[in-house]
């Protein structure tokens, strides 16, 4: 079975450029999350998903951040503008369900570095 | 926000040497903990934690959890070159139920 699939692998931009992140979660997995890692701290959330509706997007920044999942599919994460502070790994998961009985499985993750 | 505390925040051992990662959680409607691995990239799942005092086991893992003291460890025996990574425990649970990671103990195991 496929994991979750993220791409790119890794990004460097410059600060006020856009920038878009791909995930395409396990196959028959309805719930999808973005996380944001920083260096030495653990995944914070950002986003969920249940198919296509965002039902938890109270952490994602909006004034620069947005992320779609038009299908209830695969999802986009966009920055725009990015800011230096952006740097740090965007992480994908999916879990067959958004309930706490469920594991979630991550990708590989994005690694952004703003200069 | 309920806090997720993991300690040691790093540990250097050496290979055959057993380890005990700690995870202490404050939250209000506990519903699960979750170990996790992470390497170089993705998280990888380790266990599901729900119900007190039930041990789970996987080879020369396993983990246990104390709902009433609040916390949870993760045990490694035997420890290997390829345990070295950073353990992340995580719970679900709060008014929004969702997974609240702590920091992570990062472990290194020397030959």
């Known amino acids: 079975e496929a994991g979750v699939v993220q791409s790119p692998r890794y990004k460097i931009i410059e600060k006020k450029q856009p920038v878009a992140f791909w995930c395409n979660p396990i196959?028959?997995?309805?719930?999808l999350y973005w996380y944001l890692q920083n260096l030495g701290q653990g995944p914070e959330l950002l986003i969920r998903?249940?198919?296509?509706?965002?039902?938890?997007d109270s952490q994602l920044p909006k004034d620069r951040f947005s992320a779609e999942r038009l299908k209830g599919v695969d999802s986009t994460l966009k920055i725009q503008p990015a800011e230096l502070g952006d740097s740090a790994v965007y992480l994908c998961?999916?879990?067959?369900?958004?309930?706490?009985?469920?594991?979630?499985?991550f990708g590989p993750g994005t690694r952004l570095t703003v200069t | 926000e309920d806090k997720v505390v993991q300690s040691p925040l790093s540990l250097v051992v050496h290979e055959g040497d057993t380890v005990t990662l700690n995870c202490s959680y404050e939250?209000?409607?506990?519903?699960?903990l979750l170990w996790y691995k992470q390497e170089k990239k993705a998280p990888t799942f380790l266990f599901m934690l729900?119900?007190?005092?039930i041990e789970k086991k996987s080879g020369r893992l396993s983990s246990i959890l104390d709902k009433k003291e609040l916390f949870s460890i993760l045990n490694i025996t035997a420890t290997q070159t390829g345990d070295s990574a950073i353990y992340l425990c995580?719970?679900?649970?709060?008014?929004?139920?969702?997974?609240?990671f702590g920091t992570g103990t990062l472990l290194a195991v020397q030959p």
């Open positions: 998961a999916s879990s067959l369900s958004g309930g706490s009985s469920y594991e979630q499985y």
């Open positions: 196959s028959g997995h309805n719930t």
């Open positions: 998903y249940e198919n296509e509706e965002a039902v938890d």
């Open positions: 939250v209000t409607n506990f519903r699960s």
């Open positions: 729900t119900s007190s005092g």
């Open positions: 995580a719970r679900y649970g709060g008014a929004t139920n969702k997974l609240i």
